[in-house]
């Protein structure tokens, strides 16, 4: 059995990876991309943890988290294509309306 | 449900109901005054039941009461329920509010539809205020009055600084609410209730826990939210501006009823000792008020600004009187409340009608109207001396208990100073209230008044005036039929140790006749 | 009369004024006139009902009391009249000298605008009028009190297209108000020392407890005096009455002379009881009265205007009836405010006749040999100067050597008495000259108005004054007709009758010195009697019937003398007054008023508009109350100016923020659960 310190390990690192590609990145495509990293991340430790103290409540939130992430996903990509056609960019430093 | 426990949320959500309505409704021709005035009609029809089935209880608890729970954690409850002075408060609100339709009648061209459905969710709240006897429900109300009014405000202010006008009445009502809040959580820390009855006995009985000095900066919270909201000298910087742009309809419910209601029920009933404490100041504040008001309705050209200092001056009356803690002044206190909310709203009803045919509130631009509107000069001329308070109308009663308990009240060590004070407030009060009669409607035609066609009372605006004469006369001979339910409140204000025992013990004799001693003698 | 009909009385005026107001606009004027009328002639008959019922009865006194009023815990006052007799003399002079101006108003408005305006507003007047002198206790009174103040607005800005009719009647309510301060002041000291504003409550209370003596009895006393000067045009608070002749002659006859002005001396004479125990406010109502006297008396000797004169006789005349209250001599003073009513009533409707006669002329210089023009008017003003004048046997000679003897014989403080008396007697000199002066000046010597152009020329002169040309007000109908024409009998029959009243009304006053039996002081002892007879028995002991006699010899002199003067100066050789003294500094002073209206102006209106505008409006409003809102703004403005650094719109900075943030959060988190193991 593999110990649960690698499960968390492993988890923190896609986290880490999703946060700095989240700053990092331009592209509002691959700022989404890391969102869903960040999220995976976490449902990996819940995961990890329902399995090692076996509860299923870890579980049941994962399956909620992923129909967020769905839902998000559908939503966010509709409001990217969105700004897409009225932007003709991707580009988050260019997209600033909330600026003023 | 019997009707007397449901009265009350039908009273309070009427006018819920017919926002929402007036909101689906299009805005086309009247339609949309004329479903604003079936709404506030009804409500104000299901206020009058509250004095047709009114039963005479002791100080500290209500009629028509309804109590359930809303929220079981934290202890909230939908509770609501009125005594003596709230039911006034709802029945004066009633009639206000088809009086403030009419006057928008014509007022009111354009976007009619926001205009009337914020009027209605103002008076959803106002209403709702008066009813809540849940701390937590209180405050929702009370937060909920604030949107309302500053869109009015902002949307149909008349001169473009209304914006600002609108902002600044915000704030200053926002920022006091929120010490208010935190006020009401620490109280609702130590009891866990919010329930106003339940509060206002443990205050009674020393049971609300806590240091002395933390449930005095508790009541200072309180105190200083409400009276931002009166407001009280030197914290009508709101006043003068939100006044003077606010439309008629807004502008008649504006100052006054909320915070005086509040300061009577919440800072006097959960603090009395502190409030106590902090009479003196409030009754200097109270006369200096009313001195200072005056003085500055007298310099102003602007009718809509007079009547902003006026108001200042009126609404020191009445924190003088309620802080007064006797029984005349507490009493008299409350009842000006009424008498302001209908000669206040009288007189600017009256403004309304005269910026409505001339286009100004500028007094160097009228005058010499009482020639062609002799209807509009009788009205000014009463509401004037309404105001004035002259005998057999209504302020003067009010006007009269308050001053007489001022000299006589226990928490001011210079009460006979500050009785003078305020009383020279009667002089003052007709020197600017005749002035502006004067400027407006004698002497020759001013520029303005020359170059518009004359257009005297029409029925609507008879309509809308005659009941607020009569109320004037009416609440000024019959005065014991409004106060009898006001009673329990001010004598539970005022017990018994605050009054000064006579100096001179009366011998009582035959009342009201005047036999000479030796009269018979001869 | 059962004591319930007592509401009629006040209320049937009210019903006048109610009808007249509201529907007069469309009545015909007959019908406006005929409404006014019988809702005064029907109290009038009521009041003679009460008098009879009072007299066969032997009844001292009635009441009634309705529903309260103002109920709060431990205090109440009620809707409650009483009648005694001080009261059925001021009801008689009420309703009868009200009921004959209304008759007189009826011809002499006859071609007003605003008919049923005027007619509303007196009956008004009647209504509050009556409610004062009936309330049994003091908030009722103060109803009255107020009233008739407003009544005397509304009809003193009766012209209000005119600006100095309407600053007139403003002036008139403010400086009433003033009073009316002092008045309010009085009951909170008295609810606070008795719990009570009923007359029987308190005067009982009082005279239980013969130990109390000036203290908060002074307070009280001098307050009430303050409101009492307001009304009746004492000193300092005199200002607006002369100002108050804007209003219709008949206005000034029956407001501004015959009772409203007198309600004062009512007032005083009412709560005689809390005065009696305080010899100090009785000096000050004596003396106050005394120095009003003769203070407006000078004025009165130099005005031009007919009706200005008459004016200042009145506050002068209202200083003798304060004077005589400031002696204890109530009865007296209640006397001469009867016989007052009578005369000055008369005096100024015959000056009413006489403006009309001279289509609107008010001017004594434009005036003059009008004595063969309109005799009626000129035999009825005659009766009423000799009657002011103090020359027996008319009433005014009877009513005022009471009051002078009276302070003669003040024995309380003998010095002030001689003192005043000497004051009151060279007032009588003065009246009986001025007096005799505007009698010359109107009815003697040459006519020197200019017949043909009567009234225009008046026109002319409004429409200098009225750039804007709107001078309906003021008199216009009596423009047009041109020529001096005698009044209608409508205006002469009132003349008449208050002409015979000034004649007799005196003799039922005629005290024992004369060989009468001063009837009327023992209807009043009744009233007085429990504080006064007393000193009354002491008086007559100590200044004996041939005292008496030689000080009315003595007034009667000093009239004669007042009018041989103004015969010299006024008949004989006119002008050689105004020659020696019209450009003398005293003349200049005098005939300025004093300048008393300036003073005020400067000392209390101007310094309290501009410290107002100043120091409240420029400084308090604009810095303190606002300026703290703008203060706060600026704070925030300072915090807001670093955090907002935040807020740059860059989605990829707030995700930094949020970062670093959750980084924080879990820094701390980790210390504080290293630190707890």
């Known amino acids: 059995m593999v ?41 990996l430790t819940f995961v990890a943890f329902a399995h090692q103290w076996k509860l299923i409540h870890g579980q049941i939130f994962v399956f909620f988290v992923m129909v967020v992430a769905a839902a998000e996903a559908a939503v966010g990509l509709a409001i990217i294509i969105a700004i897409f056609r009225t932007r003709q960019t991707l580009n988050v430093d260019n997209i600033n309306l909330m600026k003023n | 449900m019997h009707l007397d426990q449901s009265i009350l949320s039908l009273i ?155 902002l600044k009445y915000f704030l200053y009502a926002f920022i006091p609410s929120a010490l208010l809040l935190v006020g009401m959580l620490w109280i609702y820390n130590g009891t866990h209730t919010f329930d106003v009855p339940t509060l206002t006995y443990l205050a009674a009985t020393h049971q609300i826990p806590g240091s002395a000095q933390a449930l005095w900066l508790a009541s200072l919270a309180f105190l200083i939210a409400f009276a931002v909201k009166v407001p009280v000298f030197p914290l009508h910087g709101w006043l003068s501006e939100g006044i003077q742009e606010a439309p008629t309809a807004a502008v008649m419910v504006l100052a006054g009823k909320l915070g005086l209601y509040s300061i009577l029920r919440f800072s006097f009933g959960i603090f009395p000792e502190q409030s106590h404490r902090i009479a003196p100041l409030m009754i200097a504040l109270g006369a200096i008020g009313i001195v200072y008001g005056a003085l500055l309705a007298y310099l102003q050209n602007d009718l809509k600004k007079l009547a902003a200092y006026s108001t200042l001056g009126h609404l020191s009356f009445i924190t003088l009187g309620i802080f007064t803690f006797t029984a005349m002044g507490v009493d008299g206190g409350m009842y000006q409340i ?21 286009g100004t509130y500028d007094m160097r631009a009228l005058g010499g109207l009482a020639k062609v509107l002799p209807w509009i000069v009788t009205m000014f001329v009463i509401t004037a001396l309404s105001n004035v308070g002259l005998p057999m109308l209504n302020s003067f009663v009010g006007e009269f208990l308050i001053l007489a308990g001022s000299m006589r009240t226990a928490f001011s060590a210079h009460a006979v100073l500050w009785c003078v004070i305020a009383t020279t407030g009667v002089i003052l009060s007709a020197a600017y209230l005749l002035s502006m009669i004067q400027r407006v409607f004698y002497g020759a035609l001013g520029t303005r008044s020359r170059e518009v066609q004359p257009i005297d009372l029409n029925l609507r605006e008879h309509v809308t005036l005659w009941p607020l004469m009569i109320l004037f006369l009416a609440m000024g001979i019959g005065s014991t039929y409004w106060m009898r339910s006001l009673h329990p409140l001010a004598t539970a204000y005022s017990s018994a140790a605050d009054v000064p025992p006579l100096k001179n013990p009366i011998v009582h004799v035959e009342a009201e006749t005047y036999v000479p001693v030796n009269g018979g003698q001869r | 009369m059962n004591p319930n009909y007592l509401w009629l009385i006040p209320v049937l005026p ?58 709060v815990p431990g205090f109440h006052v009620n809707f409650a009249f009483a009648v005694d007799h001080l009261t059925l003399i001021m009801l008689a002079v009420v309703t009868g000298v009200g009921f004959l101006i209304h008759i007189y108003s009826a011809g002499y408005m006859a071609h007003e605008e605003g ?61 009433n108000r003033i009073g009316d301060f002092g008045f309010l002041l009085a009951m909170f000291l008295i609810i606070a020392h008795f719990g009570s504003l009923s007359f029987g409550d308190v005067f009982a209370a009082v005279n239980a407890h013969p130990a109390w003596q000036g203290g ?235 017949e043909a152009h009567l009234g225009q020329a008046h026109a002319v002169v409004h429409a200098d004054e009225h750039p804007a040309g709107h001078d309906e007000g003021q008199d216009t109908s009596h423009q047009g007709h041109h020529g001096v024409h005698e009044s209608p009998w409508i205006m002469l029959a009132p003349l008449c009758i208050l002409a015979l009243l000034s004649i007799i009304g005196g003799w039922i006053g005629i005290p024992q010195a004369l060989g009468g039996s001063n009837h009327f002081e023992h209807f009043l002892d009744p009233v007085f009697a429990a504080t006064t007879h007393a000193e009354n028995a002491v008086n007559a002991d100590q200044v004996s019937h041939s005292m008496e006699l030689v000080l009315a010899a003595v007034s009667v002199l000093v009239a004669l003398i007042g009018w041989f003067v103004a015969r010299i100066f006024y008949l004989k050789k006119p002008g050689t007054l105004g020659a020696r003294f019209g450009n003398s500094a005293l003349y200049k002073l005098v005939a300025n008023k004093y300048w008393v209206d300036e003073a005020y102006d400067a000392t209390i209106v101007q310094p309290t508009v501009i410290g107002s505008r100043i120091l409240l409006w420029g400084f308090v409003e604009n810095v303190l109350v606002n300026g703290s809102g703008f203060v706060s703004a600026a704070i925030t403005r300072l915090f807001a100016s670093v955090t907002r650094k935040m807020q740059s719109g860059n989605i990829r900075s707030y995700a930094g923020w949020l970062a670093v943030g959750a980084a924080i959060i879990l820094i701390a988190m980790t210390a504080s659960a290293l630190h707890i193991h």
């Open chain 3, 115 to 175: 008919y049923w305006r005027f007619f509303a507003y007196l009956n008004l007047f009647m209504f509050f009028m009556l409610v004062l002198v009936l309330a049994a206790n003091f908030l009722l009174l103060f109803v009255g009190w107020e009233g008739v103040g407003l009544a005397s607005y509304l009809l003193i800005g009766f012209y209000f297209t005119k600006d100095s009719a309407a600053n007139a009647g403003k002036k008139a309510f403010v400086v």
């Open chain 3, 216 to 450: 908060f009895l002074t307070a009280i006393a001098l307050l009430l005096l303050v409101g009492a000067a307001g009304k009746s045009a004492q000193l300092p608070l005199y200002v607006w009455l002369p100002d108050a002749m804007e209003g219709p002659t008949p206005v000034s006859a029956l407001i501004h002379a015959a009772t409203m002005v007198t309600a004062g001396v009512y007032m005083v004479c009412r709560t005689h009881v809390i005065f009696d125990r305080s010899p100090l406010a009785l000096s000050v109502v004596a003396i106050i009265g005394a120095a009003t006297a003769i203070f407006a008396a000078t004025i009165g000797m130099v005005q031009h205007d007919i009706k200005r004169v008459l004016a200042y006789s009145t506050v002068s005349q209202l200083g003798y009836m304060f004077l005589g209250c400031g002696v204890a001599a109530y009865s007296a003073a209640v006397f001469h405010l009867m016989t007052h009513a009578f005369f000055k009533a008369l005096l100024f409707l015959a000056a009413g006749s006489v403006i009309h006669a001279l289509s609107g002329e008010q001017d004594m210089r434009l005036m003059g040999g009008l004595k063969k023009r309109i005799p009626v008017t000129y035999w009825t003003m005659t009766a009423g100067v000799i009657a002011i004048a103090g020359i027996p046997p008319l009433a005014g000679f009877f009513s005022k050597d009471e009051i002078l003897y009276r302070t003669f014989a003040f024995e309380a403080n003998p010095m002030l008495g001689k003192l005043l008396w000497a004051v009151g007697l060279l007032t009588a000199g003065l009246t009986s000259f001025y007096m005799f002066r505007l009698w010359y000046k109107t009815f003697a010597g040459e006519e020197r108005f200019d």
């Open chain 2, 12 to 166: 309070v959500f009427t006018p819920l109901v017919g926002a929402v309505v007036l909101a689906l409704l299009p805005d086309r021709g009247k339609l949309q005054p004329a479903a604003a005035l079936i709404v506030t009609l009804l409500t104000f029809l299901f206020t009058l039941h509250l004095p047709a089935h009114w039963h005479s209880i002791p100080a500290g608890t209500y009629n028509f009461e309804l109590d359930r729970v809303w929220i079981a954690s934290p202890n909230i409850h939908y509770h609501v329920g009125v005594d003596g002075l709230s039911m006034w408060l709802l029945v004066l609100s009633g009639l206000l509010a088809p009086l403030g339709v009419l006057a928008s009648w014509n007022a009111i061209a354009s976007r009619r539809k926001l205009f009337y459905t914020l009027f209605l969710l103002q008076q959803v709240s106002m209403l709702g205020v008066f009813v809540s006897l849940d701390l937590f429900l209180y405050y929702a109300f009370w937060e909920m009055a604030l949107v309302p009014m500053t869109i009015l405000i902002a949307t149909f202010g008349r001169t473009d600084n209304r914006r600002r006008a609108a």
């Open chain 3, 14 to 71: 009210f019903a006048g004024f109610l009808i007249n107001g509201t529907l007069g606009r469309k009545l015909a004027r007959p019908a406006v006139a005929g409404i006014a009328l019988l809702f005064t002639a029907i109290p009038a008959l009521l009041v003679a009902w009460l008098w009879s019922t009072m007299l066969s009865t032997g009844a001292l006194t009635m009441s009634v009391t309705s529903r309260s009023w103002i109920t």
């Open chain 1, 3 to 43: 110990p649960i310190a690698y499960y968390l390990i492993l988890a923190a690192v896609l986290f880490s990876i999703g946060i700095g590609s989240f700053l990092i990145k331009r592209n509002i495509i691959t700022i989404f991309m890391s969102i869903e990293l960040m999220l995976n991340a976490v449902n």
């Open chain 2, 338 to 358: 009424l008498n302001h909310g209908i000669s206040g709203g009288a007189l600017f009803l009256l403004m309304g009608l005269l910026y409505e045919r001339y």
